[in-house]
Nanobody, 128 residues
Framework: HVQLVESGGGSVQTGGSLRLSCSASGYTYSRYCMGWFRQAPGKEREGVVTIGNDGSTTYADSVKGRFTISQGKAENMLYLQMNSLKLEDTATYYC???????????????????????WGQGTQVTVS
């Protein structure tokens, strides 16, 4: 059973940085797509970035060049480095995972939150 726990959210001024962490358990890295989604009040959940089991990353246009996804030396850790934060980045950020079969960049799942089965509880990011 996959469990995901996010941490690292908080309040930051525009232009600032935050690093989110996701601790994952109960999964094998090579068999899952991983990603970060976010949801602002009154808005639908949207994809921020996905990472495939082939190491490919796919970013939403709104965060390209500012956000970076990475995995820790221990494969059960996933990070999201967020720089140059904007007001519109304010949202609850979720770590997510989806089981896949074979090599997969997971790019096509960026805009498909319903495709992901496993979700963390979310961590709030507020930019002011």
């Amino acid at each position: 059973h996959v469990q995901l726990v996010e941490s690292g959210g908080g309040s930051v001024q525009t232009g600032g940085s935050l690093r989110l962490s996701c601790s994952a358990s109960g999964y094998t890295y090579s068999r899952y797509c991983m990603g970060w989604f976010r949801q602002a009040p009154g808005k639908e959940r949207e994809g921020v970035v996905t990472i495939g089991n082939d190491g490919s990353t796919t970013y939403a246009d709104s965060v390209k060049g500012r956000f970076t996804i990475s995995q820790g030396k221990a494969e059960n850790m996933l990070y999201l480095q967020m720089n140059s934060l904007k007001l519109e980045d304010t949202a609850t950020y979720y770590c997510t995972a989806k089981k896949i079969y074979g090599p997969n960049s997971c790019a096509r799942f960026l805009n498909m939150p319903s495709a992901f089965v496993y979700w963390g509880q979310g961590t709030q990011v507020t930019v002011s």
